[in-house]
């Protein structure tokens, strides 16, 4: 089955860079079945896209972040990371990693989600 | 980019009542595309139902999802306490997607 996990500092510094990574088990990130997401939560708050990438390394980021993310898959370690620079209080969120089916176009995979703060 | 509009905000009901909930799409979408997610406080989302109207692996039967041009529809026959939740819908259409600002369903 399937299962992902999200890892990374609990907390950041203002102008300085988040960096996660979500590990794939139960099965290859390189599956015809399933391409990768993040999607962030800040505290109290509905769910955002970030992007999406497929194990091919192409990427789709939302517009409104898309200068300041990069998302990558390391295919040897069965994981794929985001990066997001620059950080302010705004990117305080709970981070998800979810797998997307490509038959049901549904996020049926998650990771359990880590929460990010950044402050000084 | 497509926009997700959900109503009602919140809706109070009890156990046992039937709960519906809306979202629409600005501009359309496909309904292959949309899907239905409930969140419980302090857990992932958990997929309810993708393409409109089929129920994930696991999902109950008293949970169903219907459309109507750009209308989008989450049904709930009869609310079980376990069923008092947020519920958001998304698209993924246009990638990455976008979700709607959800639905809280409350016990009233």
């Known amino acids: 089955q399937l299962q992902l996990q999200e890892s990374g500092p609990g907390l950041v510094k203002p102008s300085e860079t988040l960096s996660l990574t979500c590990s794939v088990s139960?099965?290859?990130?390189?599956?015809?079945?399933?391409?990768w997401g993040w999607i962030r939560q800040p505290p109290g708050k509905g769910l955002e896209s970030i992007g999406n990438?497929?194990?091919?390394?192409?990427?789709y980021y939302t517009p409104s972040l898309k200068s300041r993310v990069t998302m990558t898959v390391d295919t040897s370690k069965n994981q794929f990371s985001l990066t997001l620079t620059s950080v302010t209080a705004a990117d305080t969120a709970a981070y998800y990693c979810a797998g997307i089916n490509y038959y049901s176009y549904g996020m049926d995979v998650w990771g359990p989600g880590t929460t990010v703060t950044v402050s000084s | 980019e497509i926009v997700l509009t959900q109503s009602p905000g919140t809706l109070s009901l009890s156990p046992g009542e039937r709960a519906t909930l809306s979202c629409r799409a600005s501009?359309?979408?496909?309904?292959?595309?949309l899907a239905w997610y409930q969140q419980k406080f302090g857990q992932a989302p958990r997929l309810l139902i993708y393409?409109?109207?089929s129920r994930a692996t696991g999902i109950p039967d008293r949970f169903s999802g219907s459309v109507s041009e750009t209308d989008f529809t989450l049904t709930i026959t009869r609310l079980e306490p376990e069923d008092f939740a947020v519920y958001y819908c998304?698209?993924?259409?246009?990638?990455?997607?976008?979700f709607g600002q959800g639905t809280r369903v409350e016990i009233k």
């Open positions: 139960g099965g290859s990130i390189r599956s015809d079945s399933y391409y």
């Open positions: 501009p359309s979408v496909s309904s292959n595309y």
């Open positions: 990438i497929y194990y091919s390394g192409s990427t």
């Open positions: 998304q698209q993924c259409e246009i990638s990455p997607g976008t």
């Open positions: 393409g409109a109207s």
